[in-house]
């Protein structure tokens, strides 16, 4: 079962505002990245926050780790046309001796010119 | 370059027909997964592998199967047991031990049952 819910579904601002996208999640992580995909491509990682972080910084990009929540955001500021993507976020989980990665349903961001 | 390779980028198959789907990394990465994303949609783990010759079941594993016989390679097979396999398929990769790294993903195959 896929752990991870985002909202919202989809989202569509003007070139230079501030988008933001949140992500919930049911069970306890080690850490949780966020991904970018352009239409019928591969992922592309952007970031990873611990579960010990509060809050991590990337160029334009900001996340936020609520660990008693299980949530997160995702503020990517002064938005660009090339930030259009669906952006996911993942959620690390180790298992009895594995580790894997739950994704959750994404955020379609549009940016409009 | 290093990197994940998938191949075929575009495949069609037949109902009752097996289709095997490739993964091949050079970045020495322990770890390999196989995901699943069907349009507008999230990705769903189908099967992923920590160590050579040892691969577990992730969320929806029933009618696939993959090997892991080389570190390199990590090949996904579509049976006929898949009541519906049209989607896109992405494969990944990531250094093991602990996990707390990032995935590193291939470009897709986009399987269409005909």
């Known amino acids: 079962s896929q752990q991870g819910e985002e909202d919202p579904q989809a989202l569509s601002i003007q070139e230079g505002e501030n988008a933001t996208m949140n992500c919930s999640y049911k069970t306890s992580i080690n850490n949780l990245q966020w991904y970018r995909q352009n239409s019928g491509r591969g992922l592309v990682h952007l970031i990873l926050i611990r579960s010990n972080e509060r809050e991590k910084h990337s160029g334009r990009l900001r996340v936020t780790l609520d660990t008693s929540k299980k949530s997160s955001s995702l503020l990517i500021t002064a938005s660009r046309a090339a930030d259009t993507a669906s952006y996911f976020c993942?959620?690390?989980?180790?298992?009895?001796?594995?580790?894997?990665?739950?994704f959750g349903t994404g955020t379609r961001l549009k940016v409009l010119a | 370059d290093g990197g994940i390779t998938q191949s075929p980028k575009y495949l069609f198959r037949k109902e009752g027909q097996n289709v095997t789907l490739s993964c091949e990394q050079n970045l020495n990465h322990d770890a390999m997964y196989w995901y699943r994303q069907d349009p507008g949609q999230g990705l769903r783990l189908i099967y992923y592998?920590?160590?050579?010759?040892?691969?577990q079941k992730g969320d929806i594993a029933e009618g696939y199967s993959v090997s892991r016989e080389k570190k390199e390679s990590f090949p996904l097979t579509v049976t006929s047991a898949q009541k519906n396999p049209t989607a896109f398929y992405l494969c990944?990769?990531?250094?093991?031990?602990?996990?707390?790294?990032?995935?590193?993903f291939g470009e897709g195959s986009r399987l269409t049952v005909l």
């Open positions: 990944a990769s990531s250094i093991a031990s602990g996990g707390a790294g990032e995935l590193f």
């Open positions: 592998s920590q160590i050579v010759n040892d691969f």
């Open positions: 993942a959620t690390g989980v180790r298992g009895s001796g594995t580790y894997k990665y739950i």
